[in-house]
């Protein structure tokens, strides 16, 4: 494989389970969070994750020790130096991941690529904050990564063939499904899921129905694994206010405004399982 070094940016959900499909792909990982606390929390979690599948069976020990061995939590991005590609997986927000770019063009070799793992925001104005746009597209893996099949490569008008292909390859060697899509917000998942998250919590606050009987006739009534109101916990329900906003803004449609309820539990701290509350309380779990 063309990546063999790959530098991963961010610490929240993406970013470990990003961080473990490449290692298990054989990849050399960097991991760098800005905090020393949240990086060594991150090596734990991954620990963590490893030792369930050699508990049910279905990762060999040895290979364990292999995978961890390939990781490596640093918090300087200047660690990322000599990456084949760096990953973003930072928060949902155009301004933090512009900045970001900007920071990793200067330090990254001239033949890395630069990646995002963005759920909606434009690509295009990503790579534009590089000097290096033909290197940049987007490498959508979905949530939890070492679980879903799939990943969206992203192309931007700039993206060169080269870069799209090495994306292809990486997703391809950590095990998923590769779909192409353009640029576009919300690509092709989340162009279709976020407007029915969004109605789901418009019809809650409607008083039309319960939270439990929304997820459950969703779930018995369409075959679906999950409710949406479970899933905009699992997602975390900031990144799904930032991804709803993103559609409202390229679409301009009223009818795609933020469900007021969303945005008023996000304004309360209640950002569904990563902080322990969202539409279900998970304190006692
Ligand atoms: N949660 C999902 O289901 C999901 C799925 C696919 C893609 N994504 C995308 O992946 C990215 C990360 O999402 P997440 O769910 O892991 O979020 P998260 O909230 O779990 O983690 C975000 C991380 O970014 C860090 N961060 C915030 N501002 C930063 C900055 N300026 N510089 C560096 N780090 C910063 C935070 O400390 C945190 O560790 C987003 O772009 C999101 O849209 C999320």
């Given at each position: 494989m063309t990546i063999k070094r790959v530098g991963i940016v961010g610490s929240g959900i993406m970013g470990s389970g990003v961080a473990e499909v490449a290692a298990k792909a054989g990849c050399e990982v960097v991991l760098r969070s800005r905090a020393q606390e949240s990086a060594d929390s991150m090596v734990a979690g991954l620990e963590k994750s490893l030792g369930k599948q050699v508990d049910k069976g279905r990762l060999e020990d040895a290979e364990r020790t292999a995978v961890l061995g390939r990781v490596r939590a640093v918090?300087?991005?200047?660690?990322?130096?000599?990456?084949?590609l760096v990953l973003e997986s930072i928060v949902e927000d155009l301004p933090a991941k512009l900045a970001l770019f900007g920071e990793l063009d200067g330090i990254c070799g001239d033949d890395a690529i630069l990646a995002t793992n963005t759920s909606t925001l434009s690509v295009a104005a990503i790579a534009a904050a590089t000097k290096r746009p033909d290197k940049v597209c987007g490498i959508h893996f979905f949530n939890p990564a070492p679980v879903m099949s799939v990943v969206e490569v992203v192309r931007a008008e700039s993206s060169s063939d080269a870069t799209i292909a090495a994306a292809r390859e990486f997703a391809e060697a950590c095990g998923k499904d590769v779909v192409d899509v353009r640029?576009?917000?919300?690509?092709?998942v989340n162009a279709l899921l976020f407007p029915y998250l969004n109605n789901a919590v418009n019809l809650l606050d409607s008083g039309a129905a319960t939270r439990d009987d929304i997820d459950t006739a969703m779930k018995g009534g369409c075959n679906f694994p999950m409710g949406p109101l479970e899933l905009l916990d699992l997602v975390g329900l900031d990144t799904s206010l930032a991804i709803i906003e993103a559609l409202h803004a390229a679409s301009g449609d009223p009818s795609d405004a933020p469900a007021p309820k969303l945005a008023a539990l996000v304004a309360e701290g209640k950002l569904g399982r990563k902080s322990g509350e969202g539409f279900y309380d998970y304190s006692k779990k």
């Open positions: 918090t300087e991005l200047s660690e990322l130096a000599d990456c084949d640029d576009q917000a919300g690509f092709i």
